[in-house]
């Protein structure tokens, strides 16, 4: 039944069984993922379980993107190991903190809105490469450790653990052609906990990475010496989560955005992902930033609104709480076939439809970001490579289109009418343009389709300048645009040149008697 009650601030229609059940379906997905990641860190088990509910509480109600969700994240706890292994725990929740702290200047500042700078190549990048990562980490679960060292699944163990594994990809697959009543993924993990259960099926469970049983999260201010070395020490780690953390989240709402044809505010996303992480540092918690596979659940069972989050993180503090018994003999071989299904949903299979219709750079773009996010598992360093090289490929092309038409009026005075930005990637091809030795006393060069775009640009006029001085000739520019005017005019110390003004024209109207 749908209500037009509108949850906090998103007056939109909530379909309130919709979202209670896709909750329920991403905490099932979120449980074991961020025990795992914690324990991949080197912290306690519950830290993981303590991020992951302070992150998608937080997020759900302040964030600016309702059906997204947050957690503890595998992106921001990789970068944590390092201080983790040197300094231990407690500078761990510091630099969580402080993590927290950057995100929400970044937020306050309206920073978030240099995300949309991200390409489209760099976009299914950065995606498919996620799709292949949260691939690789379900074939994982095929492992078994045996006396601290890992061994693949053999025999009766395998075929069980694959069996379990097709039948909830089938459940995913076939349920929406019978009902879209319920969540796939929901009845899936439920059916195959059914089976395990009823049918005494010795299986791996979500018992066998961790205990998930605790209390609610304790206040702990870090306990480490608050001095200049300290803040050393954490800042760098704090700066890289940050960093990592927001590059996430903003492309995870840009992906949302595309999905649900809606916008959400990045820079209030920002500060509630900060405020989120700041919390974590004080109570426990591991930190992190939107997940897109959760999200990717989350909108696949039809969430759109914010309650879903919510039920989520409230039921990962319930099972904390009271239900870890139960949720301990949950199937890992549910969880994987939900997973993998997530990935290749995630996986944009359009980007192997349109790679002959795209220019060769961009390919290479989405390829190489693919690449290092699958390699380095680092996915904000992937993302600013594809950034910077295809910022560095656009400044070519940019280059490449200046160019000049050129006549003399019946004055005598040569004009050079320019088309293309004058920047530091076009100088050289604007300076080969003039024939100093050859023209007449008086040029003037016309930027009625050209801008001056920064220093670059400037020094090239200077430079053009004292040649045309030296040859004893005046050089002139017009129609240049108010804020390359403003540009000159800050560097009238580099640069003499003589504007002209406009020309104005008068409006003649014959009035009809």
């Known amino acids: 039944m749908k209500l037009s009650l509108s949850l906090f601030d998103f007056s939109q229609k909530v379909d309130y069984k919709k979202e209670v059940l896709a909750g329920l379906t991403v905490a099932m997905t979120m449980i074991p993922e961020s025990l795992s990641f914690a324990i991949l860190a080197g912290f306690p088990p519950l830290v993981g379980?303590?991020?992951?509910?302070?992150?998608?509480?937080?997020?759900?109600i302040f964030g600016g993107r309702p059906g997204m969700v947050s957690g503890g994240a595998g992106a921001t706890a990789v970068v944590l190991i390092a201080l983790m292994q040197s300094h231990g725990l407690e500078y761990v929740f510091a630099a969580v903190a402080q993590a927290g702290i950057l995100q929400i200047m970044v937020g306050l500042l309206k920073l978030g809105k240099f995300i949309r700078l991200v390409p489209q190549p760099v976009m299914?990048?950065?995606?498919?490469?996620?799709?292949?990562?949260?691939?690789?980490?379900?074939?994982?679960?095929?492992?078994?450790g045996v006396n601290g060292e890992t061994?693949?699944?053999?025999?009766?163990?395998?075929?069980?653990?694959?069996?379990l594994v097709?039948?909830?990809?089938?459940?995913?697959?076939?349920?929406?052609?019978?009902?879209?009543?319920?969540?796939?993924?929901?009845?899936?993990?439920?059916?195959v906990f059914g089976v395990v259960m009823g049918f005494g099926i010795d299986t791996k469970m979500v018992k066998d990475i961790a205990s998930v049983s605790g209390a609610l999260p304790p206040f702990h201010v870090p306990q480490l010496p608050f001095t200049l070395e300290t803040l050393?020490?954490?800042?760098?780690?704090?700066?890289i989560m940050a960093g990592v953390g927001l590059t996430e989240s903003l492309l995870t709402l840009n992906l949302v955005d595309e999905i649900t044809g809606t916008r959400g505010n990045g820079n209030r996303e920002c500060v509630a992902q900060g405020s989120a992480n700041l919390l974590n540092g004080f109570f426990f918690g591991m930190g992190g930033c939107a997940m897109i596979a959760q999200t990717l659940v989350n909108l696949s069972a039809g969430a759109r609104a914010r309650l879903a989050g919510i039920?989520?993180?409230?039921?990962?503090?319930?099972?904390?709480?009271?239900?870890?018994?139960?949720?301990?003999?949950?199937?890992?071989?549910?969880?994987?076939?939900?997973?993998?299904?997530?990935?290749?949903?995630?996986?944009?299979?359009?980007?192997?439809?349109?790679?002959?219709k795209m220019p060769r750079h961009d390919v290479f773009v989405g390829i190489l970001v693919a690449v290092i996010t699958i390699w380095l598992h680092n996915l904000a360093l992937a993302v600013l490579i594809g950034v910077i090289i295809s910022a560095l490929?656009?400044?070519?092309?940019?280059?490449?289109?200046?160019?000049?038409?050129?006549?003399?009026?019946e004055t005598g005075?040569?004009?050079?009418?320019?088309?293309?930005?004058?920047?530091?990637?076009?100088?050289?091809?604007?300076?080969?343009?003039?024939?100093?030795?050859?023209?007449?006393?008086?040029?003037?060069?016309?930027?009625?389709?050209?801008?001056?775009?920064?220093?670059?640009?400037?020094?090239?006029?200077?430079?053009?300048?004292?040649?045309?001085?030296?040859?004893g000739k005046k050089l002139h520019l017009r129609h240049l645009s108010p804020d390359c005017r403003q540009l000159l005019k800050n560097a009238d110390a580099v640069i003499d040149v003589n504007i002209l003004e406009d020309p104005h024209y008068a409006i003649v109207t014959d009035k009809l008697s």
């Open 49 to 60: 379980l303590y991020g992951a509910f302070i992150m998608g509480l937080v997020t759900a």
């Open 124 to 144: 299914f990048g950065f995606v498919n490469g996620l799709a292949v990562i949260i691939f690789m980490s379900q074939v994982e679960q095929f492992k078994t």
């Open 151 to 163: 061994a693949w699944l053999s025999g009766s163990a395998l075929y069980t653990m694959a069996g």
């Open 166 to 191: 097709a039948l909830t990809i089938g459940i995913i697959l076939l349920l929406p052609r019978i009902t879209k009543a319920v969540p796939p993924s929901l009845v899936a993990i439920l059916v």
């Open 232 to 239: 050393q020490i954490i800042f760098p780690y704090a700066l």
């Open 311 to 356: 039920i989520s993180s409230v039921t990962i503090l319930v099972i904390i709480l009271v239900g870890a018994p139960f949720i301990e003999r949950v199937p890992m071989a549910a969880l994987v076939g939900v997973m993998v299904m997530v990935a290749i949903g995630t996986f944009e299979w359009i980007s192997f439809r349109i790679i002959n």
């Open 393 to 409: 490929v656009f400044a070519w092309e940019s280059a490449k289109r200046i160019r000049a038409r050129k006549y003399v009026d």
């Open 413 to 471: 005075a040569k004009h050079y009418e320019l088309y293309g930005p004058l920047f530091f990637g076009s100088v050289a091809a604007f300076t080969e343009k003039f024939d100093v030795a050859g023209d007449p006393e008086k040029v003037i060069i016309d930027f009625k389709d050209s801008r001056v775009a920064d220093m670059s640009g400037i020094e090239a006029l200077n430079k053009l300048t004292e040649r045309y001085h030296k040859a």
